[in-house]
């Protein structure tokens, strides 16, 4: 346990200005997103007045299944992961690397706003139970696995000329820590999955 703490300090240590970019990149997108629910016309909003109220209808009339959602979580998810994974692996991926974290971003700051704006107090304690557990694992393994990249990328720049072998051997490493991040992402599914659509369906948040 010691040695994981000290690898995991180090590595925070060692990578801390990349991760301040990448929070920031972070940040940015989901204060875009947020802010970006005061522009939506009042045709947009009573769209999402509609789908909120339809979501709710459907939700209680079918049986959840965890396992379902689980799948669909891990596969939207994967999608990403593997997206910075192969940009990691080019030369010029980095920029694509922090947009794809300030979409996440957006997307996140968005659904929060939505939320706040149309149920006000119910939203705060919506996002609060609903929304946040998950991604508080999903965003540190997307923050973990984009630090990964940008480092595996800039590698590739700094080395332009070295032996298979070694080059192997980095590459089968990069993979590892990404996989690594991917873990953390699971916990952060398997909460949306068996924990978030029963939150969601309490009698309070019912609209």
Request: proline share 3%; aromatic share 16%.
């Amino acid at each position: 346990m010691k040695f994981v703490k000290a690898g995991f300090y180090s590595h925070i240590r060692g990578n801390f200005f990349l991760y301040v970019l990448v929070l920031t990149a972070l940040m940015i997108g989901i204060t875009t997103g947020a802010f970006t629910v005061n522009n939506i016309t009042d045709i947009q909003r009573e769209q999402i007045r509609e789908y909120i109220s339809k979501f709710y209808q459907i939700a209680k009339t079918i049986e959840l299944s965890p396992v379902q959602i689980f799948k669909q979580s891990l596969l939207n998810n994967f999608v990403t992961v593997f997206l910075l994974w192969i940009l990691g692996a080019t030369i010029i991926g980095i920029p694509f690397i922090f947009l794809i974290v300030g979409m996440r971003g957006f997307t996140l700051g968005f659904s929060i706003g939505v939320l706040i704006k149309e149920m006000q107090m119910k939203g705060v304690l919506l996002t609060l139970l609903g929304v946040l557990p998950q991604n508080i694992f999903i965003l540190l393994g997307i923050l973990f696995t984009s630090v990964t990249a940008i480092n595996f990328s800039v590698y590739l720049l700094k080395n332009k000329k070295f032996y298979f072998e070694e080059l192997a051997s980095q590459f089968i490493s990069y993979t590892f820590a990404i996989y690594a991040g991917f873990l953390f992402i699971m916990l952060g599914c398997l909460i949306e999955s068996y924990l978030t659509p029963y939150v969601l369906l309490l009698p309070i948040f019912s609209p």
